[in-house]
T-cell receptor
Framework: NAGVTQTPKFRILKIGQSMTLQCTQD?????MYWYRQDPGMGLKLIYY???????DKGEVPNGYNVSRSTTEDFPLRLELAAPSQTSVYFC???????????FGPGTRLLVL | DQQVKQNSPSLSVQEGRISILNCDYT??????FLWYKKYPAEGPTFLIS?????DKNEDGRFTVFLNKSAKHLSLHIVPSQPGDSAVYFC????????????FGDGTTLTVKP
């Protein structure tokens, strides 16, 4: 049981490039979330999903897109990377609405 | 408008003493509160939670207190250990908002041997 896995661990992007941050969970959780954490700040919700095929915007969705074709996977897409997207990205899953979330180890992204 | 606030960015305590981490919230619709612990280069991990129908929840060395009238919760760690040194996030969820959690900015706890 690996829990929540995220790839890559670290990535450097040039301005304007695109990339997909991968997130997979093996706990059969319906709820999945993407957060970003800027230095000295808390976690800001980017997008979330309540089940396969259903996604919705969080607090800071601009510049990002998501899809949820399976229960296990919840990739986050950055289309035109900007320096403001330099951050640490965490994916999380939960078995219940509003309940305990299980986090992945994070992806550190640097946009130059 | 930050709905969950942790006003102390850092806290330093001696090993064996009590650590008290505080959290204030503004949204009266929050009905479930959680504390997460985060070590460097790792994701947050769940520590303890409390429902709005309770005022205290205890798990070993960790106790969370909720004061709904003051919209305040606190995490007590007794006795504190050096391994407790980490960033602690307070989070609150709202059943009317798809249960999404709102996080505070975190408090860095340092426990000195």
């Amino acid at each position: 049981n690996a829990g929540v896995t995220q790839t890559p661990k670290f990535r450097i992007l040039k301005i304007g490039q695109s990339m997909t941050l991968q997130c997979t969970q093996d706990m059969n959780h319906n709820y999945m979330y993407w957060y970003r954490q800027d230095p000295g700040m808390g976690l800001k919700l980017i997008y979330y999903s309540v089940g396969a095929g259903i996604t919705d915007k969080g607090e800071v969705p601009n510049g990002y897109n998501v899809s949820r074709s399976t229960t296990e996977d919840f990739p986050l897409r950055l289309e035109l990377a900007a320096p403001s997207q330099t951050s640490v990205y965490f994916c999380a899953s939960s078995p219940t609405e509003g309940g305990t979330q299980y986090f992945g180890p994070g992806t550190r992204l640097l946009v130059l | 408008d930050q709905q969950v606030k942790q006003n102390s960015p850092s806290l330093s305590v001696q090993e064996g003493r009590i650590s008290i981490l505080n959290c204030d919230y503004t949204n009266s619709m929050f009905d479930y509160f959680l504390w997460y612990k985060k070590y460097p280069a790792e994701g947050p991990t769940f520590l303890i939670s409390i429902s709005s129908i309770k005022d205290k929840n205890e798990d070993g060395r960790f106790t969370v207190f909720l004061n709904k009238s003051a919209k305040h919760l606190s995490l007590h760690i007794v006795p504190s250990q050096p391994g407790d040194s980490a960033v602690y996030f307070c989070a609150a969820s709202d059943y009317t908002n798809a249960g999404k959690s709102t996080f505070g900015d975190g408090t860095t706890l340092t426990v000195k041997p």
